[in-house]
């Protein structure tokens, strides 16, 4: 005798359970989000860009400005070497999650 696998529509309900939660909504959402997700579509794609952005600002806030010279002459601060290892693994972060952003074919890129 054999099993006739069927999930009855829970796979589905799974995925769109996922998208209401990645982007922070409530059940009460659900069916609109079933019944027309353009407008969650289009919040999940500027939520991408957000986060694009606060990447890429976040990546030139860790270099120096474009053309300023190294200012050696100004006030030290100093840190720890464990303070300054996490700023080098956060920097380090930014700079791949930018890299991975910027090697994204243009058709796969958030409008």
């Known amino acids: 005798m054999s ?3 069927h999930d009855f529509g829970a796979g589905k309900r799974r995925t ?3 998208f209401r939660d990645l982007l922070n ?3 009460l959402h659900e069916q609109n989000v079933r019944a ?3 407008p ?3 919040r999940a794609s500027e939520r991408i860009y957000q986060l694009e952005k606060t990447i890429f600002e976040a990546a ?3 270099r120096p400005a474009f053309g300023a010279e190294a200012d050696d002459k100004g006030p030290s601060v100093t840190l720890s070497k464990a303070e300054y290892d996490r700023l080098l693994a956060c920097r380090a972060i930014v700079d791949s999650a930018l890299a991975e952003i910027q090697a994204r074919p243009e058709e796969d890129k958030p409008r």
């Open 40 to 42: 969650y579509l289009e």
């Open 25 to 27: 909504l409530d059940a």
């Open 36 to 38: 027309n997700p353009l």
């Open 16 to 18: 769109e359970k996922r």
């Open 60 to 62: 030139l806030a860790a």
């Open 3 to 5: 099993v006739i696998e």
